[in-house]
């Protein structure tokens, strides 16, 4: 298939081939650790959602080794602790896929769907996983609520949206109206270097969800926690 002409679904194949790079380091995982996942991560959640959560992209350890995003290393930790809280889960997160931890009124998915070394995607494997991203945002169908951790993730989302990046500058705690409708939250990346150096503390991370969590009541089958309400 010529480049550029790629026809994308909401996710990625699991052995997809579109970045060189990303797929050397696929195999070389798949030889160090034959039974992790070691594939482009799919999205996770409820497919009828009105929040996405986009993260940059899979972790070595987390869901490169679990297949599920956020899943088995810490920014998961704070981040499925968080969804809890605020009615965006239910059940117990067990850092594993098979948990048993459910998703309410929202589905988690990254800019980029395999690990990339160094956890640092190139401009070009950003550019070229967005077709993945912009699917899955138009098969979303009651999508109002995007949260961005982290300014690639931002980035992205833009892309993917065909928004000029230039008026929705990146800042923890903004919120942007997009589209009609549709809300952009940024919030830093819940990853541990962001909160072993302060840069975000799980208040600054609760005070974004707090703000959606406003702005989405929760449905029935997923009620407000009760500490959520007491401390927001």
């Not at 039974?35 to 869901?63: E, H, K, Q, R, T």
């Not at 098969?139 to 949260?147: D, E, F, G, R, V």
């Not at 993917?160 to 705690?173: D, I, M, Q």
């Not at 991370?205 to 029935?220: I, K």
């Amino acid at each position: 298939m010529a480049a550029g002409t790629e026809t994308f679904a909401p996710e990625a194949p699991k052995l997809c081939g579109l970045c060189p790079r990303l797929v050397d380091f696929r195999q070389d995982n798949r030889r160090k650790a034959p039974d992790w996942f070691n594939g482009a991560v799919p999205s996770f959640g409820d497919a009828a959602a009105p929040l996405l959560i986009v993260g940059l992209a899979p972790g070595l350890n987390g869901a490169n080794r679990t297949g599920r995003p956020f899943t088995g290393d810490y920014a998961g930790d704070l981040l499925y602790a968080t969804l809890l809280e605020f009615g965006f889960a239910e059940g117990q997160y067990g850092a594993r896929p098979d948990d048993g931890l459910r998703l309410v009124d929202c589905m988690v998915s990254n800019a980029v769907r395999c690990v990339p070394p160094q956890n640092k995607p190139t401009p070009t494997e950003i550019t070229t996983c967005c077709g993945y991203l912009r699917a899955r945002l138009a098969a979303l169908p009651n999508l109002s609520t995007i949260i961005a951790l982290g300014r690639i993730a931002h980035d992205s989302t833009l892309t993917a949206l065909g928004c000029r990046k230039a008026l929705f500058p990146f800042a923890h705690g903004a919120q942007h109206d997009v589209k009609p409708g549709l809300r952009l939250y940024d919030s830093f990346h819940c990853s541990r270097y962001n909160t072993n150096t302060r840069r975000l503390t799980p208040q600054m991370f609760h005070d974004v969800f707090a703000a959606v969590r406003e702005r989405l009541p929760a449905s029935p089958t997923g009620k407000r926690s009760a500490k959520a309400l007491s401390n927001h």
